[in-house]
């Protein structure tokens, strides 16, 4: 069992910035994919940005530009970098970490209100 734990969410004002970081209890080299997922009232879940164990990372076209996906396997944790923020990237995000439909966790999500 992995426990994926968001953090660094919060209220920022239009044009602002946020980190959000996302530690796992276990090693997140041993997942393929790992990605930030966001739900805003009302909405489907969405991906946000996807990284692989290839290297490559993937954005969602509504963050292009914006948001930056890093790693850093020493301290088993991602990081969303978000700048420019609008209050539409208002949402609860969400970490994920995917191996196999066997081994695919997810945390329990930090919300993010972005004011105008």
């Known amino acids: 069992q992995v426990q994926l734990v968001e953090s660094g969410g919060g209220l920022v004002q239009a044009g602002g910035s946020l980190r959000l970081s996302c530690a796992a209890s276990?090693?997140?080299?041993?997942?393929?994919?790992m990605g930030w997922y966001r739900q805003a009232p009302g909405k489907e879940r969405e991906l946000v940005a996807e990284?692989?164990?290839?290297?490559?990372?993937n954005y969602a076209d509504s963050v292009k530009g914006r948001f930056i996906f890093s790693r850093d396997n020493a301290k088993n944790t991602v990081y969303l970098q978000m700048n420019s923020l609008k209050p539409e990237d208002t949402a609860v995000y969400y970490c994920?970490?995917?191996?196999?439909?066997?081994?695919?966790?997810w945390g329990q999500g930090t919300q993010v209100t972005v004011s105008s």
């Open positions: 990284l692989t164990s290839a290297g490559s990372i």
């Open positions: 994920r970490g995917y191996r196999t439909i066997f081994y695919d966790y």
């Open positions: 276990g090693s997140i080299v041993r997942f393929n994919v």
